[in-house]
């Protein structure tokens, strides 16, 4: 892992960027003399790190005093894409424009990008834990797709809060029986882009006994940040 850049930002939270081969990421860490438990924050599908909701998220959580990195997916934020990667975008920009059913194309878009970033993920853990001001356990918050495969293959994820928002995999929907971790699930009622059952019925497959549903009123963006102090909560109890 090499840091590239860092900068201490006005809450007193230390932003640094990092590169670890190909994988671009960034690590906030709180004011601290002690090692820090860690949170893997991801964007739904792919959004780049660099997003600004989660960057708002991230310098909040790290302010909470937890360490927060997030990495870019493959294809996404600063990486490279491929060929396949334009034409599965360009499809998927084609049928919501034309109100084509979505799923498919989905499923085709975000099924092989959750393959290749679990892997990556796995790896950026591995260096992070490696850093003394990090001192574990972790946690993971953000992209469903990607933190079910985590917390079925990742024995060192201990406690999880899920966003509903994005599409799920028909592959994840049915790995989500295997996950046992304690679940945070946060769902927008009115989420245009997400069936409502959908998100209920996968609610209803995590394996844990530990699971708790937020559900709000509003659209796909409109998470209110009191969820942040909730989460904030959540992770106190499993990780500090």
């Not at 590239?4 to 190909?22: C, K, Y």
């Not at 034309?98 to 990556?120: A, H, Q, R, W």
């Not at 809060?161 to 599409?167: H, N, T, V």
């Amino acid at each position: 892992m090499q840091f590239t850049s860092e900068q201490r930002l006005g809450d007193g939270v230390l932003e640094r960027e990092f590169t670890l081969g190909e994988i671009p990421g960034t690590l906030w860490t709180p004011e601290s003399t002690a090692p820090a438990p860690l949170i893997l924050m991801a964007h739904n599908n792919g959004l780049p790190k660099r997003e600004p909701r989660l960057v708002a998220r991230a310098r909040q959580t790290a302010a909470y005093g937890y360490a927060v990195a997030a990495i870019d997916a493959p294809g996404c934020g600063d990486r490279p894409r491929s060929a396949a990667d334009e034409q599965a975008r360009a499809e998927l920009r084609r049928a919501m424009q034309s109100g084509e059913p979505v799923d498919e194309v989905f499923e085709s878009f975000v099924g092989p990008l959750v393959e290749k970033t679990v892997p990556e993920w796995r790896t950026t853990l591995d260096a992070l834990l490696a850093l003394p001001e990090i001192g574990g356990p972790v946690g993971y918050s953000g992209w469903t797709a990607v933190g079910i495969r985590l917390a079925v293959v990742e024995p060192r994820i201990a406690a999880a809060g899920f966003f509903a928002g994005g599409y799920v995999p028909r592959a994840q929907r049915e790995e989500a029986r295997q996950v046992t971790i304690p679940l945070l699930f946060l769902l927008q009622w009115d989420d245009e882009g997400n069936p409502r059952q959908r998100a209920l019925d996968l609610f209803d497959a995590f394996g844990t006994k530990e699971k708790t549903l937020h559900a709000n009123m509003g659209g796909h963006t409109g998470t209110p940040w009191f969820e942040l102090e909730d989460g904030g909560r959540f992770f106190a109890r499993h990780l500090k």
